[in-house]
């Protein structure tokens, strides 16, 4: 029986090739994955290790219950240097101090790190030109920065402090930031120890770093520090401090691991369906082949064990292929990024033992298990089945077990949506409503069969009508064997649903985010501190006031305090202004006298209160004040503080703090541009203050939403492709099947490119119908999902959008039928006439 | 040799009125050693209006040269006329409109389509070819085979003989200049493949049908008017007005 299937095998390598490549690409793509985050985190790995080698002993903060603190006492540095057997100690400063650019303004979105470089051995940065500061007028920029900004080594930069003086440097020289990520991101200035405490106004330290004395290990001199500094600070080795920062960073790419391998399974899934078919075919088509072998005397069990076996060895063969496109992918993503220019460390690219066996263990138990009902099938051919002449074709019922079954998954997926779609917004809303969604896919996928013919009458009623006999012809055939065509088509429908859920949910994000911007208040101009840390001065508010460009002027305040014992909230105020007035959920913003408050409703829900209450406030210069709740509003779309007070309160609660945040509307009739100018000149003289301009908030969102629309869209794109490898095949198989049929056409006067026409036409209906249902399925859901997400959804189907998917479906369709079309025109009549 | 220059004068004689004729066709399958001589020079006509049966003993050729005349197969050598067009030129393109203007097929097995019903199926060479068919037409040929009351019916609902029935009737819608018919019977019982023979000879003589049947059964081909034998490649011997007895007599003296 063995040798008996492997012949099989290798008389039709090219089936098995087909049937393998949807292995192949979902094995792949799960290998790649794997491939691609162990390099990033071996290569993280090693650049934590090189760091680590130059210090043997870093004293971190102690950690006190639970709750880190921040810092290292600045004390405990002239402790560690009194310590026995510790060549060097040197103090870690972090903070920010904001580099001014070439235009006067603070650079970049946030302002720059500022860290102290140490001289000596325990330097962790790697100057790359000029050299480490080493007076109070020195600094040195990260690489990145310089060249972004335009300064060179030799240039004079100016940097605020974290009162935001400005003060002049000599810039000495560059450094390469390494695997910190934070700094690369904000970029980042260094400074000798003591002028990086002075211009971040940090008192104390990150951690300080320790280097040991010729002959004393690192571990015996973390016991010593330890012991100096008793309870007062945590001491590790250095190596052992990079494994934790290693692992800490290991932790992120896990996130983006686990986020492809989703994508991964939903491929593997597609695969598993396109399998299935594949073999359920097979065996349909080889049903004389087993009844000869039932005949000359081989058992269920070993007919049964033929076609497992195939499965397994197609399952082997596509999972090694799969390892190779994943060590390729991986590498390809890898070399990607590289272009792009973000700074990921790579390590060498290597198959990890772990990759290979999940990825063997994967691709051919899902081969295997999506084999196992056509095996089951093909014990139940009888022996007699060999002597007949003509192979009977499947007929198809709707069975009442069907109907009852998809019938409950259905009742049971809608209930749970409705269910999902009713609750409050949340997490636990989402979940319901993904439930929902699963089971009324299964519903759909047991009812394919059901739903295939009326929707391909529907689908082929114009190409039926526009292409003559062949269309017709095609439709009749897209409906002969609904079980298969409805496997085939479900393959196509999970890509299909996925993306058009994705961009059901984008669209009417996009568009829930820009009405509630607009009904809110449309905000112009909206002036705030760099990074949104510290605060802008009173004046620039004034100034933005008395500028004739501008209608309205509003500057927000805000300060952290407790409030009872529920931890610290954001309490603040808002500057009146003519043509504002918050909404307000329930009580009214009128009411907001002294001695009274607005909270947005997650603060009423987290304190437990409601109108009419009163809540205990605990202040910098007013003590403890009891504040009357007078009204709420919805927090997630407001820009005012959670918990407002009236503007006078403020003041008196915290002292005269600077604003937050300005909002600023043109007058009507005035220019874009005049008003542009306008807000910028008043905010020159003060370099954090950054303007945005709601168009361009709204377009950053744009934005990051299409980023995310294109990045999933490309990583469904797979699941899409081995759909349509499903079509390809079910086609081939089919066109196989028919070999006699299309002949007798051919005879009867069809020409070849009518024969062609014909299974294109078929492809195209399987296609598109696949997508019709995939573009239901995800329009219901992407609503449902929206409103689990947020409330006041305004729900968008991107028609555009969706048009194309079915389009494209059915294009993609036709281009999966190229192939077997070709072959089923090319065949010889009276061969194709005679076999079978 | 000598039988086929016999057989070439027998073929001159009235061919003036020829639906079908092959001259020095000959059919080569392989190269080289492995070469099959299928067919070594055949001249035949065959006459409008006339019911012609081909015999021969297995791997005479009688197939090949039946898939030869109707153009589905290339020759090796000599030349086919269909009436006035010579095959023998013809692309596939040309060849394809040829077969649905002018020639009706009836095969042994799988000669209906399994998705379209009887009626779709008598239809369907009209469809393809986009004319429209005369309904008196359809009619006289539904009534004449019978199937008046299976129209509606999908093949796997129909008997082996409704079945080549509905492709007799497929053959015969279109008018063509020629019906080549494959082992029509050969799948059949002897009651329904009597019936189905007696309506081809009944469309050749009510209608004026001419028919190419290739056989290998004495019954079947004493329904036509001729009787051509093949061997080894090679025409040898014909018959008129055959009866069973005749053409097994035929058949035997061959295989001797």
Redesign the interface.
Same mark, same amino acid.
């Given at each position: 029986m063995l040798k008996t299937t492997l012949a099989g095998l290798r008389a039709h390598k090219l089936r098995l090739l087909l049937t393998s490549l949807a292995i192949t690409l979902g094995v792949g793509f799960i290998a790649g994955t794997f491939v691609l985050t162990d390099t990033i985190e071996a290569g993280f790995r090693q650049k934590f290790a090189a760091a680590a080698d130059k210090i043997d002993v870093v004293v971190l903060p102690a950690e006190d219950g639970g709750r880190e603190r921040q810092a290292v006492g600045a004390d405990l540095l002239e402790k560690v240097r009194g310590v026995e057997g510790v060549a060097d100690a040197q103090g870690v400063v972090r903070g920010t101090a904001a580099l001014i650019g070439k235009d006067g303004k603070a650079a970049g979105d946030y302002p720059t790190s500022a860290i102290s470089i140490p001289e000596g051995r325990l330097n962790r940065t790697e100057i790359t030109g000029g050299a480490a500061p080493r007076s109070a007028a020195e600094a040195v920029l990260d690489e990145n920065t310089a060249k972004t900004r335009g300064f060179a080594v030799g240039d004079r930069i100016t940097v605020l402090d974290s009162k935001n003086v400005k003060h002049e440097f000599t810039l000495v020289g560059l450094f390469d930031v390494g695997v910190d990520q934070a700094l690369a991101y904000s970029g980042a200035v260094g400074f000798t120890t003591g002028t990086a405490m002075k211009m971040s106004g940090e008192k104390d330290f990150r951690k300080i770093d320790v280097a040991a004395a010729e002959g004393v290990t690192a571990e015996t001199l973390r016991a010593s520090v330890a012991t100096a500094l008793g309870t007062g600070a945590q001491v590790e080795t250095g190596a052992k401090h990079a494994e934790e920062l290693a692992a800490a960073n290991g932790a992120d790419t896990k996130i983006l691991t686990l986020g492809l391998l989703l994508f991964g399974l939903v491929a593997m899934f597609v695969a598993a369906l396109v399998i299935y078919n594949t073999f359920n075919i097979l065996v349909a088509q080889r049903t004389r082949e087993m009844a000869l072998l039932r005949c000359i005397g081989a058992t269920r069990r070993q007919v049964f064990g033929s076609i497992v076996l195939e499965s397994a060895v197609v399952g082997l063969i596509s999972s090694v292929l799969g390892l190779l496109t994943g060590l390729g992918l991986g590498a390809g993503a890898l070399a990607v990024i590289g272009r792009t220019g973000l700074d990921v460390p790579t390590g060498a690219v290597a198959l990890a033992p772990r990759t290979v066996a999940v990825g063997m263990v994967l691709g051919i138990v899902v081969t295997v298990a999506a084999a196992l009902l056509p095996a089951r099938a093909a014990t139940r051919v009888a022996p007699i089945a060999a002597l007949r002449?003509?192979v009977?074709?499947q007929?198809f019922r709707t069975g009442v077990v069907r109907v009852a079954f998809a019938g409950l998954f259905l009742l049971a997926g809608v209930g749970a949506t409705v269910l999902g779609v009713t609750q409050d917004p949340g997490e636990a809303a989402l979940f319901t409503v993904m439930g929902g969604g699963a089971l009324t896919f299964l519903a759909v996928l047991i009812l394919g069969p059901v739903l295939v013919k009326p929707l391909s009458a529907l689908v082929g009623w114009l190409p039926g009508r526009l292409f *003559?006999?062949p269309g017709r012809?095609a439709v009749?055939?897209s409906?002969?064997n609904p079980k298969r065509s409805a496997t085939t088509t479900v393959a196509l429908t999970i890509g299909v649903t996925l993306m058009t859920l994705i961009s059901v949910l984008t669209a009417t994000l996009r568009v829930t985010y820009n009405a509630k911007l607009d009904e809110q208040f449309p905000v112009d101009y909206l002036v705030a501190s760099q990074g949104d840390q510290g605060t802008l001065p009173r004046a620039l508010a004034e100034d933005l006031r008395a500028r004739p460009e501008l209608a309205s002027v509003v500057a927000l305040r805000a300060a952290s305090a407790k409030i009872g014992k529920h931890g610290e909230f954001e309490v603040g105020t808002f500057t009146a202004a003519a043509d504002f007035t918050p909404k307000a959920a329930t009580g009214s913003f009128g009411d907001l006298k002294p001695g009274t408050a607005a909270l947005a409703d997650y603060v009423v829900k987290d304190l437990k209160v409601e109108v009419g209450d009163t809540i205990a406030v605990k202040t910098t210069e007013d003590g403890t004040v009891q504040l009357k709740v007078v009204a709420t509003f919805l927090g997630e779309n407001a820009l005012l503080p959670e918990v407002t007070v009236p503007e006078q309160d403020f003041d008196g609660y915290f002292g005269r703090l600077g604003d937050g945040q300005i909002i600023a509307d043109v007058k009507d009739g005035v220019a874009e541009e005049n008003a542009r100018r306008a807000v910028e000149a008043a905010a020159q003289p003060y370099p954090t203050a950054k303007v945005s301009s709601s168009t361009e908030i709204r377009g950053e969102f744009d934005e990051a939403l299409d980023m995310m629309l294109m990045i999933i869209t490309g990583l469904l794109g797979l699941a899409i492709l081995i759909s349509l490898l499903g079509i390809a095949n079910t086609l081939s198989l089919s066109v196989h099947e028919r070999t006699?049929?299309s002949a007798?056409?051919?005879?009867? *006067?069809?020409?070849?490119p009518?024969l062609r026409r014909m299974l294109s036409v078929e492809a195209l209906v399987l296609g598109v119908i696949g997508a019709l249902v995939g573009v239901a399925l995800g329009a219901v859901f992407g609503w449902a999902a929206t409103t689990t997400m947020t409330t006041g959804v305004v729900f968008q189907l991107p028609v555009p959008q969706v048009l194309a998917f079915v389009a494209l479906s059915g294009l993609a369709g036709v281009v999966a039928a190229v192939l077997p079309a070709r072959r089923a025109a090319r065949a010889?009549?009276?061969g194709s006439?005679a076999s *079978? | 040799m000598t039988i086929t220059g016999e057989v070439g004068a027998w073929n001159a004689r009235g061919n003036a009125a020829s639906a079908v004729v092959a001259r020095g066709l000959t059919k080569v399958y392989g190269q080289g050693d492995a070469a099959v001589h299928a067919l070594r020079g055949v001249d035949v006509s065959f006459e409008t209006s006339a019911f012609t049966a081909i015999m021969g003993p297995s791997g005479s050729g009688k197939s090949t040269l039946m898939?030869c005349l109707?153009g589905?197969?290339a020759v090796s050598g000599g030349k086919v006329h269909i009436g006035d067009v010579e095959l023998t030129g013809l692309n596939?393109?040309q060849l394809?409109?040829l077969?649905?203007?002018r020639i009706g097929?009836i095969?042994q097995?799988?000669?209906l389509?399994?998705?379209?019903t009887a009626e779709q199926n008598i239809r369907?060479?009209l469809?393809?070819?986009?004319r429209k068919a005369d309904q008196d037409l359809f009619d006289r040929v539904v009534e004449t085979v019978g199937l008046r009351d299976r129209l509606g019916h999908k093949p796997?609902e129909l008997s082996g003989g409704q079945q080549q029935r509905v492709a007799v009737a497929?053959a015969l819608i279109s008018k063509p200049q020629v019906i080549f018919a494959d082992e029509p019977t050969g799948?059949l019982d002897s009651r329904s493949g009597a019936e189905v023979l007696s309506f081809l000879r009944t469309s050749v003589r009510e209608l004026g049908q001419t028919i190419v049947m290739v056989t290998h059964d004495p019954v079947a081909a004493s329904y036509a008017d001729r009787v051509i034998f093949l061997r080894d490649g090679l025409l040898v011997s014909e018959l008129m007005r055959p009866s069973p007895q005749s053409v097994l007599d035929t058949l035997m003296k061959l295989e001797a």
């Open positions: 002449s003509q009977e074709e007929t *003559g006999v012809l009749d055939n409906q002969r006699r049929e007798l056409l051919r005879a009867l *006067g069809l020409t070849r009518q010889s009549i009276v006439l *079978g | 898939h109707a589905l197969d596939d393109k394809t409109l077969r649905r203007e097929f095969f097995a799988f000669n389509l399994p998705t379209l369907l060479p469809e393809i070819s986009g796997t497929r799948n």
